[in-house]
């Protein structure tokens, strides 16, 4: 993946799948949700207007994809800085952390959310090709792992005092590798000749 889209582009990614697995679910058995859900990207601000802003992303029936970390990826980075070594450029990995929200008028009704995204992004735990969003301008054989990540409830807590709302129950996943690198340089021809000593002049 090139570029400083990788991040917004795995997020988007992420709210792709999980819209399209929603469709699916419903498609199989209309009774799956009280209403069919649709997972949106919200931001710090968004949980503070809630059922004040009718243009709020969060409303009713509704997964929230909240990006509250992003981290280099210590694994993958000596690799990658191999590689940097060779090709002269640089390749940064990313974890992105998500944390997930169901947000509904009734208990039930968030926890039958809740369940399908979990039952979602563990039958499709992998993100590749065409389901990848093309913002990220992906390379071939790309892809985007999700797996659940072990948050204990605590950091949730902290994290929720960070935010204007209360506490909602939520699980949180972890989308790798994110890659950002640096744009492609455009290829010059070798310098064969250097002039030393010219006095400017404005004849031709």
């Known amino acids: 993946m090139a570029g400083f889209a990788s991040v917004a582009a795995v997020a988007l990614s992420v709210r792709e799948q999980l819209n399209r697995c929603y469709d699916d679910l419903v498609a199989a058995d209309a009774d799956a949700f009280r209403a069919k859900p649709t997972a949106r990207l919200v931001q710090t601000t968004d949980f503070g207007k809630i059922g004040g802003d009718a243009n709020n992303p969060i409303r009713f029936p509704t997964l929230s994809i909240f990006v509250w970390r992003v981290d280099v990826n210590r694994t993958m980075r000596s690799p990658w800085s191999a590689v940097a070594a060779q090709d002269h450029t640089i390749h940064l990995p990313l974890d992105v952390h998500l944390l997930l929200t169901a947000w509904d008028s009734e208990?039930?009704?968030e926890l039958r959310i809740l369940g399908a995204t979990m039952q979602c992004l563990e039958t499709r735990p992998?993100?590749?090709g065409p389901r990848l969003h093309p913002s990220?301008?992906?390379r071939p054989g790309e892809a985007v792992?999700?797996?659940?990540e072990d948050l204990v409830t605590e950091d949730v807590l902290r994290t929720f005092e960070t935010l204007p709302?209360?506490?909602?129950?939520?699980?949180?996943?972890?989308?790798?590798i994110a890659r950002?690198?640096?744009p492609s340089e455009p290829d010059h021809p070798d310098v064969?000749?250097?002039v030393r000593g010219l006095v400017p002049s404005v004849q031709p």
């Not at 209360?166 to 989308?175: F, G, T």
């Open 107 to 109: 208990a039930e009704a």
């Open 126 to 128: 992998v993100i590749a």
């Open 136 to 138: 990220g301008k992906w």
């Open 145 to 148: 792992q999700i797996v659940n």
């Open 165 to 176: 709302v209360d506490y909602r129950l939520s699980v949180s996943y972890l989308a790798r």
């Open 180 to 182: 950002i690198d640096a």
């Open 192 to 194: 064969l000749t250097a």
